[in-house]
C-alpha cells in the first residue's frame, strides 16, 4: 500500500499567501473547461470558482402545506421557511401548540428546496383556506384544523393511511372525491405559491448569495414502506402540476421517472428535473429493486444520480447491531450511527413513549432487507453490472425531512424537533429519542445559481454530513504523486490528473497498477462563539466483487487515528483534549485487482460530541452518564406527570450503550462522500 499522510493540529485560519496560490491555481483551470450550461436568465455571479467550492444546503423541507406539518400545529409556509433558511428567525410550536418557540440558524445556507407532498396539496388547501366553501367543513379538514392533540393524531392517521394504501390506483381522500374541482383548483393554488415563494427568495443578482430550487416530495409508502423520493427542478420551467402517487399508483416509481420525462425532460421548454430517494433504511427492502429492463436502469441513472443517505429519520449507510456484534452484510462497527429499529415509517408510532403499533416493532437484522442499507445497494449494483448496467451509481447527500419550515437546523445542541409540536418540550425526547436532527446536502459548484448546484448534482460531485459543516475532497487517478498533500494545486491536479467524487476512473493505463486516491478534510469551523469539532480520520470504504461473484466490503484507515486523545466532559457536553484540524492523505488499494469491479467513498469522522438527546437530558436535571440517572430520570418525570405529561418521560436519558444494538449518548459527527468507481475491463490476475 502507497499511502502518504498529512494533518495539522494548528488553530490558525489559512494564511493570505496560500490564499493566492489558491486563486493563481483557480486560473490554470479554465472557465470553458468546467463551464455548465445556463438554463435561465440571471446576472452573472460576481464569485465564479472554477475549481468549484462547497455549497451547503438542504433539500428536503416541509412547511404548513404538508399535511403532517399542519396537523401538529406548524403555520410557516414555504416563503417562511425559505427566510429562515437566509437566516430569518422563526416562531415554532410549543407543547399547546402556540407559536413561542423561537428558532434562528447560527449560519445560513447557500441553498434549499421546499419539498411539501404533492399528493395532498389540494387538500390542505381545501382544507384550510376558505371557509366559505363546503369541502372546508368536511370531518377531516375539521379534525386537520383542530388544535386538540390527540384529534390532529387522528387526522395525521387519516392522511398517512391514504399514501400508505398499496393500491393501483391510490383511492383519493373523500374530500377530492367529493369536491374535485375545488381540490384541483387548491392544488394549483398551492403549487403555483410554492413557485411564485421559490422565486422571490431566489437570488439573481450577481451576489448569488440564496439559491432556491422549485420542488416536492413523491409520497408513496405502500404498507408503510417508504418509496419517497424528492423532486427538484434545475429551473422556473417545470411540471403543471407534480407527479405524485395518484398519477403512478403504488410500488410504481419507474413511472414517476416515466412521466417526468414526459412532462418535463421531453417538453421543449427546457424543463429538467431529477428525483432523489430518501428513508431507504425504512423502505421495507423495496427502493432498491432489480431493474427490470434496460430501460429502468437507465432511467434510474439518469433521473436519480443521488440518494439522502441521512435525515432526522435515521441514516441509510450500513447496519450493525452492537449487540450482536454482526452487521448487516457488514464487520464495520461504526455502522451502528444514528439507526432506526424498524424498517419502515411506523417508526413515527411512538406516542406517550410506548408504539403504538405492531408494524413500528423492533426489526432483527435476518428481517431486515439486505438493501434498505445504501452500501449494500451500492455492492449489488457491481454484481448486476458483471452482464450489463450498473444501476446503482449513487451520489450521497444529506438533508433535514423537517416538517417544521426549519431548512439546516441540524444543531445537536439547539434541536427542537423536525415535527412542529409533536417534537415539542418533552415529546422530543419521549416519542422520538431514535430521530436526529438530520444532515445537510454538500454540492461542489463553481458558484451559488441553480444551473452550477444542479449539474453538481447531476454528475455526483456531492457529499452528506450529519449536519456539521467540514470541507471534504476526494480524487481519484492512476498518477498522483505521494506528495500531492503538500501540493499548493492539489486540486487543481486532482482534477487534471484525475477525477473527483461521484466519477468514473479513466481507462487504466497500460504501465498502471493500483488506483491512487486523493481525500482531503477540513473541519466545521464553526459560527456564534462554538468552535467545531475537531476531526479524528478519514476512512476509505471499498466495495467489489469477487472472482466467485460475490460481494465485498472493507474498510480502510488512511489518515488521523482512532486512538486520538480527543473526549467528552460527562459533566458539561464540553470536548477536551484534541484532533485534527485537518487531515490529508494519498492512498493506494493495497488488494487492488484490475479484473474486479470496484467503488470506494471517503467517511470523514470528528471528535466524539455529545448528541441532542443527550444535551435535552441535562438540561432537564437527568446526566445520562450519572450513577444516579434512573432516579433522576423518576423525580423529572414525575414532574412532568404533575403538570399533565403521560407515560414516561425521561427513561430513554438512562438507557445504557452497552444494552442497546444502536444508541449511545455520545456520536461522531461525520460526512460520506459520493463514490468513484472503477470499472473491470480486464481479465488477468491481481495486479502487483
Known sequence: ???????????????????????????????????????????????????????????????????????????????????????????LPDLDGEPTVRMQLRRPLDFASITDHSEFLGEMNTCTENPWSPAYWTPVCMMTRSDIFIVQLLA?????????????????????????????????????????????????????????????????????????????????????????????????????????????????????????????????????????????????????????????????????????GRGLATSDELCTFEQNRTDNLASLGVLFGEMQTEVGRPVSLDEYGRRNMVRNALKDGLVLGRNGLNPFKMGFIGSTDTHSAIPGATDERDYV???????????????????????LAVVWAEENSRDSIFEGLRRKETYATSGTRPTVRFFGGWDFEPTLCGAFDLVAQGYRLGVPMGSDLPDRPESGSAPRFVVSAQKDAGTGGRSGSDLQRIQIIKGWVDTAGRARETVYEVAGSATGDGAVNEQTCEPEGRGFDQLCAVWSDPDFDPAQAAFYYARVL????????????????????????????????????????????????????????????????RAWTSPIWYEAREKAGRAD
Not at 422565486?199 to 418509496?227: I, K, M, W
Not at 424537533?417 to 429519542?433: I, K, S
Request: with cysteine; charged share 30%.
Open 417 to 439: 424537533g423536525h415535527l412542529g409540536r409533536r417534537d415539542a418540550g418533552y415529546r422530543n425526547l419521549q416519542d422520538h429519542l431514535e430521530d436526529n436532527p438530520g444532515g
Open 156 to 324: 395525521a392517521s387519516h392522511w398517512a393511511d391514504r399514501v400508505s394504501e398499496d393500491a393501483d390506483p391510490k383511492t383519493r381522500s373523500y374530500v377530492c372525491r367529493w369536491f374535485p374541482e375545488r381540490c384541483n383548483a387548491g392544488l394549483d393554488t398551492f403549487w403555483s405559491r410554492i413557485q411564485r415563494a421559490t422565486e422571490e427568495h431566489y437570488d439573481r443578482s450577481s451576489a448569488c448569495a440564496f439559491t432556491t430550487f422549485v420542488g416536492y416530495e413523491y409520497t408513496d409508502a405502500p404498507g408503510l414502506q417508504n418509496l419517497h423520493r424528492n423532486v427538484i427542478f434545475r429551473n422556473e420551467n417545470v411540471t403543471a402540476r407534480p407527479v405524485s402517487a395518484y398519477d403512478t399508483g403504488a410500488r410504481n416509481f419507474p413511472r414517476l421517472w416515466e412521466l417526468l420525462r414526459e412532462r418535463c425532460i421531453d417538453s421543449g421548454n427546457g424543463c429538467d428535473v431529477l428525483a432523489i430517494p430518501h428513508n431507504s433504511n425504512l423502505s421495507g427492502g423495496l427502493m432498491f429493486p432489480d431493474p427490470r429492463s434496460e430501460k429502468e436502469a437507465l432511467d434510474r441513472l439518469f433521473f436519480e444520480p443521488v440518494i439522502e443517505l441521512i435525515q432526522h429519520k435515521a441514516a441509510s449507510e450500513c447496519r450493525f447491531d452492537r449487540l450482536e
Open 606 to 669: 470528528e471528535n466524539q460530541s455529545c448528541r441532542w438527546s443527550t444535551h435535552q437530558c441535562m438540561a432537564a436535571g437527568v446526566n445520562p452518564f450519572a450513577s444516579d440517572c434512573r432516579e433522576r430520570a423518576r423525580e423529572k418525570t414525575l414532574e412532568k406527570q404533575q403538570q399533565g405529561a403521560r407515560g414516561e418521560v425521561f427513561a430513554g436519558c438512562c438507557l445504557r450503550e452497552e444494552e442497546e444494538p444502536f444508541y449511545s449518548p455520545l456520536i461522531q459527527e
Open 1 to 91: 500500500m502507497e499511502s502518504r499522510i498529512f494533518s495539522r493540529r494548528i488553530r490558525k485560519r489559512i494564511p493570505p499567501l496560500l490564499i493566492g496560490l489558491f486563486a493563481v491555481c483557480a486560473s490554470i483551470v479554465s472557465a470553458a473547461e468546467r463551464a455548465f450550461e445556463r438554463t435561465e436568465e440571471r446576472e452573472e455571479c460576481a464569485h465564479y470558482e472554477p475549481l468549484r467550492r462547497p455549497m451547503f444546503g438542504d433539500l428536503h423541507v416541509h412547511s404548513s402545506y404538508s399535511f403532517d406539518s399542519y396537523v401538529s400545529s406548524q403555520r410557516n409556509d414555504p416563503s417562511a421557511a425559505y427566510r429562515y433558511a437566509k437566516g430569518d428567525p422563526i416562531h
